[in-house]
């Protein structure tokens, strides 16, 4: 059955117009609420209903939605119970955000709701967040493209409760040594290691990222050989990223986008 898309609002509509019935996935991003973007923040405001991940949005991304809105942690909840509300209230004209952390794109389970939401020919728009590799990222004020260096970033995570595919695995992926970002991992930490050192040097940078964004955020930048070491001091068990890279220690080559030697459409060659 083809989609039923919901068309984003224009840029240029006044904020008080009201939503339309539709079910609205947005990211909240990692954890700080300035970091939503606008029409996460519009959408937050405006809706009847929110529906959102408690045990992984902060209660301060709350705090800017609209005070009237009915408001549903699903920490304890299941599909099959979360799906029928959306489509209840929808069907009754209402505005429903179901909010996901980070970028809904990323290990969200969005895929069988909006499954489940087109068969109901209930309207779905999308609206993407700031995924916690980015935020890292920022706090370690890192570049994870490095001219010469490092020119690909890998998102994944290793085989648990969820089963990776076999042509995914983790030494497979490690093979490549490029940026890897390390999600849902922390209670396999020893085991990653393990693979990632089977192509990363031992040296390699590892910033461990727990709950990015959040007031009790923790980073720390370690060799690949402490990765697991550490993880198990601080009792890292969830909410934690690993950003794996040489780039976290590169000297940066410069690229050569701003280089007076390179030319492109919008700039001439120099010269001489």
């Known amino acids: 059955?083809?989609?039923?898309?919901?068309?984003?609002?224009?840029?240029?509509?006044?904020?008080?117009?009201?939503?339309?019935?539709?079910?609205?996935?947005?990211?909240?991003?990692?954890?700080?609420?300035?970091?939503?973007?606008?029409?996460?923040?519009?959408?937050?405001?405006?809706?009847?209903?929110?529906?959102?991940?408690?045990s992984l949005v902060p209660p301060a991304v709350l705090e800017m939605a609209n005070p009237k809105a009915e408001k549903v942690g699903t920490a304890n909840m299941t599909l099959e119970t979360i799906l029928p509300l959306m489509t209840e209230r929808v069907q009754a004209g209402q505005s429903v955000v179901r909010l996901h952390s980070g970028d809904p794109s990323l290990y969200s389970a969005?895929?069988?709701?909006?499954?489940?939401?087109?068969?109901?020919?209930?309207?779905?728009?999308?609206?993407?967040?700031?995924?916690?590799?980015?935020?890292?990222?920022?706090?370690?004020?890192?570049?994870?493209?490095?001219?010469?260096?490092v020119?690909?970033?890998?998102?994944?995570?290793?085989?648990?409760?969820?089963?990776?595919?076999?042509?995914?695995?983790?030494?497979?992926?490690?093979?490549?040594?490029?940026?890897?970002?390390?999600?849902?991992?922390?209670?396999?930490?020893?085991?990653?290691?393990?693979?990632?050192?089977?192509?990363?040097?031992?040296?390699?940078p590892v910033a461990i990222c727990f709950r990015v964004g959040w007031p009790d955020e923790k980073i720390r930048l370690v060799p690949l050989s402490q990765m697991a070491a550490v993880t198990e001091q601080e009792d890292l068990i969830r909410t934690t990223l690993y950003l794996v890279s040489p780039a976290l220690m590169a000297d940066p080559a410069r690229s050569r986008l701003y280089s007076p030697s390179h030319d492109h459409l919008f700039r001439p060659p120099v010269s001489t």
């Open 1 to 54: 059955m083809p989609r039923k898309l919901l068309q984003s609002a224009n840029p240029m509509t006044p904020k008080t117009a009201p939503l339309a019935p539709a079910v609205y996935i947005v990211g909240a991003g990692p954890g700080d609420p300035s970091l939503l973007t606008l029409r996460a923040q519009t959408l937050l405001q405006q809706a009847d209903v929110i529906l959102y991940a408690n």
């Open 151 to 204: 020119q690909t970033i890998i998102l994944t995570r290793i085989s648990g409760r969820t089963q990776v595919p076999p042509t995914e695995e983790l030494a497979s992926l490690a093979a490549h040594q490029a940026s890897l970002c390390l999600y849902l991992s922390a209670r396999h930490a020893a085991e990653a290691q393990a693979e990632l050192l089977k192509h990363y040097p031992s040296d390699t």
């Open 110 to 149: 969005i895929h069988e709701q909006i499954q489940a939401l087109t068969a109901a020919a209930i309207p779905v728009e999308v609206v993407p967040g700031i995924s916690a590799f980015q935020a890292a990222a920022a706090r370690l004020q890192a570049e994870l493209t490095i001219p010469e260096l």
